[in-house]
Structure formats: structure tokens, C-alpha cells
């Protein structure tokens, strides 16, 4: 991989998790910007620099995904610094003219490492006075220019970072830990660009999921969303877990949300799974957090052949289906939700929706239809004939009233109303439609998929990002975190665009024959991952319209899970579509290839246990190549299909067989949207004619529910 640099005159930033309760982020030119090393509330060291020299001065800042070189141009310092588990690593490669480093605690304590000298202290020294009384913990090495600075919380755990630091090289299994995760997932586009963007995706995604008390969690988004939520986990959890073959840190995720479930008959949310949990607090406010754990409780199954988890899980899931079923579901069928229990979930003071979708959303209903079919699919397996009749039964009823409810004279309905009045809002969750039934299964018909992608094509997806609501709306709001004249969260799910969505949005392009456009808009997303904001990782958001100088504007945390996830995903999934299903010793593969990508190769992990290996797939203008590795499968299932054509390939491991590439048949007619405001004709939205526009519009009550 090619470092990412960038000096003290970018508006760039760095940031690196220890993987269990600690991250750092570094402004490469703003100092308030600056979060240093952060635990919980915590600050618990700021910034970095040398003697008489700060970073903000003409500082060159190289980013490796396991480390980060600070070149200091005045002073020729140069200091290679990580964060591991515990504890920031720091070595001085050179300390040039300067006089020594220092180690900023906070405004008062500072650490200096004199140049002369060497590191100023040997074993174990405690620098007192740091807040909240804790101790650093400064573990030198002989050569006097490595250094271990362990945050431990207690002098028990201090003692057992200090002894683990120094009875082996942490740094270097740390780099061996991260070039492992690399090579196991290798992926070449054969577009550099991307082929750069996706390591550092999939780096930076790894870098979310952390380990404490025994229980494993992806992080939501730095620097606000550090604990685990159930709708981004699951979201997550096949773009940073599953397609990197993290199987077992999968297994411990899906785990340590199904034993939060509530099981209280006499609670609302009983049968739920929560929302989120921080160790302490525990909140059920969602209709699909427990939807995406059902369906990935499932593709975990697939990728890895690991039948025994569905056991495991089968009477917490078998009981958030029946309570669904029983408490929360109308006569068609549809699963009924409040208005804020979306994904679009802000609300006014707490209050109000910002975006009612109550109580029927689209993307509630596909995947309330995936869940169903998925939980299905489980009962077949273990044997629980009745609740596989029932709940099949029941995929079937939604599938078919959905159409008839939701698709009006060649319209979406974003969502249904108590009174049965559809709203057509035009909004990227009609995408999900396409891109959330599992594997091989439909949600709407052909003709109507076509019809969906081209207009959320055509209303909503800039060359940046797709927006959550079209510009032609009165409800759009086109500036996320810099408008004075309303609340951020009035933007926040009307028109603010969402690096997850991207996913949808690429995934239902390729899958209606929009290559082309699916993979500019990925070389595009590419580029913000290498070259914008937070080095090597996705924002949350970015403001649906550009800056006055044309540069779009990142917003929201500055680097988030599920955008990292879904850009990762889109590449093995769709462009290369590739889809295990280990329970049957099968991979499907149906490519959406881009012309630009001529010549690629791709390592695919897959199984654990005995049915543990990887599909090494290979390709060029003609033809593809599969050959895998495993030594518990004796013969692999390769179902390649290339538009209407479809092989069936029977591979013995460290066997190749090749199958021809077919070009696509259609011509593709979608091209990207732009911003209203650009043409000269076009007037201001109201919520720039207007201060509090939306506000004044729901909080006057004409019929919105309270949320």
C-alpha cells in the first residue's frame, strides 16, 4: 500500500483505534481540532511535537495503516508513532536539530524526551498529576529510542501492559497483525485508485471493532458513536467482518448483542434486540436493528458453514419473530413501527420526527420480508417445521402486499401512513428494495427495480454521494452542519447525503445493468477515502450541496463504520458478486465488472473450522480463473453467471478453471444529477428563504403524530 501524506497546510486528519476502548485523531492543522488519545470522556494525552516545534508548522505527516510518521521540516525530526491496545508507541527515528520531543498530557503536563540523553527514562517510571489521578506508564527499550507510553486504567492493569510490552516486540506483531488482515482479503481492482481506497477502507473498518470485558463490538463512528448500535453493527458487519474473513470476531459481535434481547413480556420492546448498549445502558428504540442481526445471523452462516451458531441463537431469534408477529404487525402482514424507528431517527428536542416515516417505512417492510425468509431458512435447517411453514407463509403475504399497497401508477411510496396515505417522497430507501433480500431472493419485480434505480438515480445521486431526499422537495435542506438558518438535524435525512448509502445505491445499479455509472461513482468515493478529511476512511455525511469553491463538505463524524463497510462490500458482493453459501459448498459469482477494470485478482476468505480456505479468482478482457484453497472441502460449487449466461464449475482444491467474460448486453442512459443551485434559473429551497422552516412546519401540528 502507498502511504497517504499530507502536511500542515491540509485540513486532513489521522485517526487509529487500539481496538478496545481508546482512539487517537491528530489535525494536521488546526489544534482545536485536534482530539489526541481520548478514553470514554476522557483526554487522556494531546498532541505530539518537538522541542520549539509544533506540528502546525511545516510538518509532512506520512499515514501507514499500522502507523504514522511525523516529519518535522524545521528541525528534521522524524518520530513513527502507533496506537496499540493500551498504549501509544513511539519511535524516534531521528531527532535532527531538535532538541528533544514533547509528550503534551494536557495544557500543564507535558513529557519531554531529551535528544541528548536518550528516552530520559528506563523500566517502568509514573508520571504523576495526569486527570482524574491516573498514571502513564513510560516503558523504554535499551536502544533508547523506543518507547511505550501504557494508559492503563489501574496499577493491576499497568503492571500487565508493562510486562506484555516488554517481554515481546508489541510493535512488530502489531505491523505482522495488520499485513495479515491485508493479504488475507487482497483485492486489485486493476483501478489504482481503488484498489487503494478499498485497503484502507477495510483497515479503517477493522479499526471499529473492539474488544471489552469479553464482549465484541463494532464502534459506530469517530469521534461521538463509541459504543455498539445495532442497526450500524449489523449494517457493518459483512463490509468489515465477513468479506475480510474476521469470522470469529463476527461470531463474538453477533453474540454479544443477543444476550442484551429484551425478554420482559411486560415491556413495549419485548423480543427486541437493542439499538445499543454501552455497558451500562441499554435502548430498544428501533424497528430494524433486530432485522439486519436476523438477516446477517444468516450470512454469517453462509460465508462461514458454521451450522452450530444457529442453534445457539435460535430461541432468541425464533422469540424476536413471534413477539414481531404478534405485537407489531397488521392485517397485510407489514410490520408497523413508530415514526422515528427508521433509520432516519432524528427528532426535534426528542421529541418530533424530522422525517415521519410512520408506521409503514419501505425499507422496514423489505426487511421485515429478509428477516422472515432468513428466519425460515433457520428453521429448515434445525428442523422446526411449523415455524418454517409459518413464517415462509408470511415472506410470501408481505412480498405480494407490498406491491399492491406501495407501488402506485409507477410511483415508490417511501412509507405509509396510519391512515393508509403513502408518502412519495423521493429517497435513497427505495434502493434497499434491490439490495437487502438475501442471496438469490426478490423483493419487487424486475420491471419495477428498473423503474425505482433510474429515478433515485436521476433525482438523488450526485457524482459525490447519493442524497436522502430529492432536491425537488419543499423538505430539502441542502447544507448539513454550516447553514445558520436552521437546526443541522433538519438537514440530517432531508437531503444530507450518507456514505452508507452508497452502497444501496451501487449495489442496485449493477444489479439493473449501470456498471458504468455504479463504478464512477465508487472511483469518486475512492477519492474522498485517499484525499479528503480523515485519511483513509468515509465521514458520516457530507452537505448535499458543494462549497462556493466547489469542494463537497464532509460532515458528521469524520470517519464512520458502515461507510467504510458498504464501499468495501460493493466491490466483493457486485462488482465482483461474489456470494458464499458454505452450508451447501457453493459460491455464486456473478460479476458486474467495469470496463476500466481489465486485467484484477481478488482473494475471497471463507469458512472456519474444518471448512477454513480462501477462492483465489483471477481475471482479464476474456476470461475469469477460479482455483481455491481448503483442506476440509473436497469439492467446491462455483454458479458463475454473466448476464444471461450461467456455468456451473466443479473445482478440487489448488485446481483452476476458467469461464469466459461476457460483456454487457444493454446500453447504459443514466448519468449522474446536479445541484439545482448551479443552474442560473433555479430558485432557493424554502429552508434558505425561511429560518426554522421545517420546524415551523411539523412542531405546527397538522397531522404529524407525535414521534
Known sequence: MTPLSFTSHDDRMLCFTDRKDMYLMLHSSIPQKTDGIVRGSQQLLFDISVSGESRYENTTTQLTPDSFLLCFGNSGARLRCSLLCGALYLFVESYGSAGGVTLSVNEKIALR?????????????????????????????PEKTALYISFAEDDDDADKEAKELLSADAFSKHVEQIQSELEQCRFDTGVAVCTQALAWAQESGLGFVTTKNNTTGIWAGLPWFRDNWGRDTFISLPGILLVTGQFDAAKRVIQGFMQFQDKNPASPTYGRIPNRYDGETIIYNTADGPLWLIREIL???CYTGDKAILGEVWD???????????????DLGFLCHGNADTWMDARIEGKKAWSPRGNRANDIQVLWY????????????LGHNKEHDTWA??????????????????????????????????????????TIPFGCSTFIPDNVAKSVTETAVQKLLFPYGICSLSQ????FHPYHDNCALYHKDAAYHNGTIWGWNAGCAIGAMCMTGHTELAFAFAENLAHQILDIGCAGTMSENLSAYPNDDGSIHPSGTWSQAWSDAEFSRVFRQYFLGVRPDLLNDTIFVAPHLSVKMHKGSAVIPFGTGEKKGSLCISWNDTEFSFVYKSNGIKQLHILYTAGAEKQELLLKPEQCQTAARIAPAEKETLDFAKPTHLESTAGEPPCLREKDYLARAILSDYGISEA
Open 472 to 475: 425537488d422537495d419543499a423538505n
Open 393 to 434: 407463509a408470511l415472506a410470501d403475504k408481505v412480498k405480494a402486499n407490498f406491491i399492491n399497497y406501495f407501488w402506485n401508477g409507477g410511483k415508490m411510496a417511501d412509507h405509509i401512513d396510519a391512515l393508509n396515505n403513502g408518502d412519495y417522497r423521493v429517497r435513497p430507501n427505495m434502493l434497499m428494495l434491490l
Open 316 to 330: 432468541a431469534l425464533a422469540l424476536s419473530i413471534k413477539t414481531d408477529i404478534a405485537r407489531r404487525t397488521d
Open 370 to 381: 429478509t428477516a422472515l425468509s432468513c428466519s425460515a431458512e433457520i428453521a429448515r435447517l
Open 299 to 301: 450470512e454469517y452462516t
Open 113 to 141: 524526551l531529551d535528544a541528548h540523553r536518550g528516552i530520559a527514562c528506563a523500566g517502568n517510571v509514573t508520571v504523576s498529576g495526569v486527570p482524574c489521578d491516573r498514571s502513564l506508564r513510560l516503558i523504554a527499550f
